[in-house]
T-cell receptor
Framework: GAVVSQHPSWVICKSGTSVKIECRSL??????MFWYRQFPKQSLMLMAT?????????EQGVEKDKFLINHASLTLSTLTVTSAHPEDSSFYIC??????????FGQGTRLTVV | QKEVEQDPGPLSVPEGAIVSLNCTYS??????FMWYRQYSRKGPELLMY????GNKEDGRFTAQVDKSSKYISLFIRDSQPSDSATYLC???????????FGDGTTLTVKP
C-alpha cells in the first residue's frame, strides 16, 4: 500500500480562493519532504523543499508567498496555493524520503482553477 | 554538471522489444539505487531498488548497477504497451537526507 498519502487527489476551485494540499508519510518519519509541479507531457519540476520545523527552501522562480508550505510534524507537510488563478492549474506531487533508502511519492493532486 | 544524468529519450519501441534505460552519476558515495515509473496523471511509483553493485531481477524487469563505472540500467524484457510511461532513476547514500533523481526517460511501446 501507499506509504505516502496525498489529499485531495483532485480539486476545482474558483479564481482568487486558496487551496490546501496535504502530504502524509504513513509509516516513517520524513524530516524533509518535497513539492513538485507537473504540466502535461512535461517533467516533474521541483518547487520547494519542506523541512520539518523550519522554513521551506524554494526553487528559483517559485513565489513563496503564493505557495505556502508548512511542515509542522515529521509526517505531515502541506502546500497552500493562495489566491489561485487559472495559470496555477497543474498537477502537484509531494515526495518524502526514508533516510538513506527509498523515496516515495504521493498520488498527486490535480488542481483546476476556474 | 548534474550529479545524476539520465538518457533523455524519448524512446519508442515495438511491443516485445528489450528496452534499456540508463543513468550515470558522479557521487561515489551513492549506494542505494532506485527506479520509478510514472504513468500520466499519477505520482511516480517505486519500481525497483538495489543496494550496491550487481543485478536484481523482478519478472520482466532487471536493475543493474555498476559502481566502478558509476552506471545503472533498467532492462525491460518483452516490453508491453502497458510499460509506456516515464521512468526515473534515483540514488542516495546512507547518510544522505534525500535522494537525487534523474530527469526521466519517456518510453512508448507500440503494439
Amino acid at each position: 500500500g501507499a506509504v505516502v498519502s496525498q489529499h485531495p487527489s483532485w480539486v476545482i476551485c474558483k479564481s482568487g480562493t486558496s487551496v490546501k494540499i496535504e502530504c502524509r508519510s504513513l509509516d516513517f518519519q520524513a524530516t524533509t519532504m518535497f513539492w513538485y509541479r507537473q504540466f502535461p507531457k512535461q517533467s516533474l519540476m521541483l518547487m520547494a523543499t519542506s523541512n520539518e520545523g523550519s522554513k521551506a527552501t524554494y526553487e528559483q522562480g517559485v513565489e513563496k508567498d503564493k505557495f505556502l508550505i508548512n511542515h509542522a510534524s515529521l509526517t505531515l507537510s502541506t502546500l497552500t496555493v493562495t489566491s489561485a488563478h487559472p495559470e496555477d492549474s497543474s498537477f502537484y506531487i509531494c515526495r518524502a524520503d526514508r533516510e538513506g533508502t527509498e523515496a516515495f511519492f504521493g498520488q498527486g493532486t490535480r488542481l483546476t482553477v476556474v | 554538471q548534474k550529479e545524476v544524468e539520465q538518457d533523455p529519450g524519448p524512446l519508442s519501441v515495438p511491443e516485445g522489444a528489450i528496452v534499456s534505460l540508463n543513468c550515470t552519476y558522479s557521487n561515489s558515495a551513492f549506494q542505494y539505487f532506485m527506479w520509478y515509473r510514472q504513468y500520466s496523471r499519477k505520482g511516480p511509483e517505486l519500481l525497483m531498488y538495489t543496494y550496491s553493485s550487481g543485478n536484481k531481477e523482478d519478472g520482466r524487469f532487471t536493475a543493474q548497477v555498476d559502481k566502478s563505472s558509476k552506471y545503472i540500467s533498467l532492462f525491460i524484457r518483452d516490453s508491453q504497451p502497458s510499460d509506456s510511461a516515464t521512468y526515473l532513476c534515483a540514488m542516495t547514500s546512507t547518510n544522505a537526507g534525500k535522494s537525487t533523481f534523474g530527469d526521466g526517460t519517456t518510453l512508448t511501446v507500440k503494439p
